[in-house]
């Protein structure tokens, strides 16, 4: 079994459509014993979600809650082919952790190529440290170029626990999941697991992602979910601080 003592990805009550708060996710998270867990909450393109005022001032927030580590962070929304997302470089200098995702609110699906392309220029942007469930099948991509520029630009690839659930939104993301899981196998590139939950009895489930990573038989070193100081290494060499 994969040591596992982080979640990367959560959202509380301020991303509009989730329903727990913070200290309720780190509650769940102390519970599950996980060390470290980061809020990611939707930016402001996602309807319903917060503001950019929301993200400056979460300096207020005390980065420790029952004995966890919190990461400051935020999902943000690919836009367009250029790999523009929704919040300005100064903002997104604050934040201890970004993802930058395609959500259909936000982004037409096109061509193979063209969101491929939006995913790699995103990855390209130095204070963009995940990319977020790159296994829609309503987004298809060419898993080589994307495992290949997560390697050039420093960026981690997450395998999503909710795309993987039945009667998600992402429906039939396994294959997806699996040819890029290979793909990272064969250049050695890391990934990360995140919940993407939405409420907080859903922090730190991964069950479905570990029993796709044990049959897949991919290695435990591959996964930075193992160590918050390998996470935190890696967010510093990509946005140089």
Do not use: W
Request: hydrophobic fraction near 40%.
């Amino acid at each position: 079994m994969i040591r596992d003592i982080m979640d990367t990805h959560t959202h509380t009550l301020a991303s509009g459509h989730a329903y727990s708060t913070i200290r309720e996710n780190a509650a769940a998270a102390a519970g599950r014993g996980l060390e470290l867990l980061a809020v990611t909450e939707h930016a402001p393109r996602m309807t319903g979600s917060c503001q950019a005022i929301y993200f400056q001032n979460l300096k207020v927030v005390d980065r420790h809650a029952y004995d966890v580590e919190l990461l400051m962070g935020v999902e943000l929304n690919i836009l367009d082919e250029q790999g523009t997302v929704d919040l300005m470089e100064g903002t997104l200098r604050q934040m201890d952790l970004a993802i930058a995702s395609l959500h259909i609110p936000c982004f037409v699906p096109g061509s193979r190529e063209y969101n491929t392309q939006a995913c790699l220029n995103a990855m390209k942007n130095p204070y963009v440290h995940i990319l977020g469930h790159p296994d829609d099948p309503r987004y298809p991509v060419d898993f080589r170029a994307i495992v290949q520029g997560a390697k050039e630009y420093g960026a981690l690839l997450e395998l999503n626990e909710n795309s993987l659930r039945p009667g998600g939104s992402r429906k039939n993301a396994k294959p997806q999941d699996v040819e890029m899981l290979k793909l990272c196998m064969e250049y050695q590139v890391p990934i990360v697991i995140g919940s993407d939950a939405h409420v907080d009895t859903d922090v730190g489930r991964h069950d479905l992602a570990h029993a796709l990573l044990e049959e897949l038989q991919f290695p435990e070193e591959l996964v930075v979910n193992r160590s918050a100081e390998l996470l935190k290494s890696i967010l510093k060499d990509k946005s140089g601080r």
